[in-house]
């Protein structure tokens, strides 16, 4: 089972930078498949949005375009996760989540292009960590 812990979270003013930490833990690569993870978040009334993820087996991260140019996701040897986020606004506040899909079914592998913003449906969320940044 996939374990996820964020840290980093808090109070910023706009135009400041932030970054966050996914601890994952129960994470192992299927003979069948890997893993889709990233980071999601969620600003009061709205819903749950993908900001970035990434292909775990290997990759480059893919954005949300509301975000790109701004934040920057990695990824450690330990299959850690952080998120730099830079010249952050207002419209970044939100609670973030750190997420993980499987990328198979079964002994069917998923095609690797379901892992973006858009199409991810995370099966592990973290317990959240709120970034509130002030204008």
């Known amino acids: 089972q996939v374990q996820l812990v964020e840290s980093g979270g808090g109070s910023v003013e706009a135009g400041g930078s932030m970054r966050m930490s996914c601890e994952v833990s129960?994470?192992?690569?299927?003979?069948?498949?890997?893993?889709?993870m990233g980071w999601f978040r969620q600003a009061p009334g709205k819903e749950r949005e993908g900001v970035a993820v990434i292909v775990m087996s290997g990759g480059s991260p893919k954005y949300a375009d509301s975000v790109k140019g701004r934040f920057t996701m990695s990824k450690d040897n330990a299959n850690n996760l952080y998120l730099q986020m830079d010249n952050l606004k207002p419209e970044d506040t939100a609670m973030y989540y750190c997420?993980?899909?499987?990328?198979?079914?079964?002994?069917?592998?998923?095609?690797?292009?379901?892992?973006?913003?858009?199409?991810?449906?995370?099966?592990?969320w973290g317990q959240g960590t709120q970034v509130t940044v002030s204008s």
């Open positions: 997420v993980a899909e499987p990328l198979f079914v079964g002994r069917i592998a998923l095609p690797a292009s379901t892992c973006d913003v858009v199409h991810m449906t995370p099966e592990y």
């Open positions: 129960g994470y192992k690569d299927g003979y069948y498949g890997t893993y889709c």
